[in-house]
Structures are given as C-alpha cells and as structure tokens.
C-alpha cells in the first residue's frame, strides 16, 4: 500500500512541475506583431526581459499606444511611434487599443468622409480611443467627441486594417 501512495505521490509531483514549466513558457497566443497601450502614467522600459536589466526610458503616459513585437514569459518587447524599442512587464500594458495623432492638426468629422462636417480639431500628440477601422478611415473618441479621421493621420494601427472594437 505505501509503494502505491509513494507511486501516486511522484506521478503527481511530476505533472505539477510539467504544468508549471508549461504555464511559464505560455504566451499571450495573440497574434504578433499587435498594437496595445501602456496601463499607467509610470512604466520602465528595460534593456532585456527582466528587472535586472537596466531602466532604458520611462514613459509617463497612460494609454499611449504601443506595438507589441515580441514576447517572453511575463515580458513584451515593444516598439513606439518613434521606433524606441525596449522590454515592458504585461501587467503594465492593457489590449486598450489608442492611436497618436501625427499630423499638426487633424479634424474629427462625423462621417467616413473628406467633405462630412467637422466635429473637433486634434493636434498633433493627442491620444484618441480606437473604436473601429474600415478602409481607411477610423472612428475615435477623445474626450466626449467621437467621429472619423483618416488612417494615415494618426499612429495605432496597420495600413489597411480592418478593426472592430
């Protein structure tokens, strides 16, 4: 009876630290590379994937977006509309997805269309919710105003993507 309870004893230890080791290796399974935004006004990002590497930048703005181009473990190798790349902790990034207005100046309008009426002026570094692209136009919120501007104006997402929030 003790060589059963000693048999059943390993098995069990053995699939726990097998289902541990595969719990560490799992990623997101989301498809890479993919846009997402920071979750706090105060994130560091690193060198490599781990806290003793060095702090490289730390970004002060919540929900600015972000690309998501590799992953490892706990960590995401992230890129910027800058092109700074570096390693941030998951839990600091939300699948909230925002997009930065480029141009200097870009204008809301109420429908998919250059000559719709004009809802809201942005500028240039305004962060704006992403609630749906089709074409080439995508509708935002900022604030209390929501409407459409074109793809190419702002950085948050792939040239042609389809998106449905």
Sequence with gaps: MNTYRYFIYVILVIALVSFSFKLQAQTDSLPLP????????????????????????VYVRQDFPIEIIAEFENW?????????????????????????????????????????????????????????????????????????IKQENFWGTYSGEDFNN
């Design 34 to 57: 993919r846009f997402a935004s920071l979750g706090s006004d105060k994130i560091n990002l690193r060198t490599g994937p781990g806290v003793n590497y060095p702090v490289e930048w």
């Design 76 to 148: 995401r190798k992230i890129r910027d509309r800058e092109g700074i790349t570096g390693w941030i902790l998951k839990n600091m990034l939300q699948n909230k997805r925002t997009v930065i207005i480029t141009n200097k100046e870009e204008i809301i309008r109420n429908k998919p269309n250059n000559d719709a009426t004009a809802i809201a002026k942005l500028e240039q570094g305004v962060i704006a919710r992403l609630l749906s692209c089709h074409q080439l136009w995508c509708k935002i919120n900022v604030q209390n105003y929501e409407g459409w």
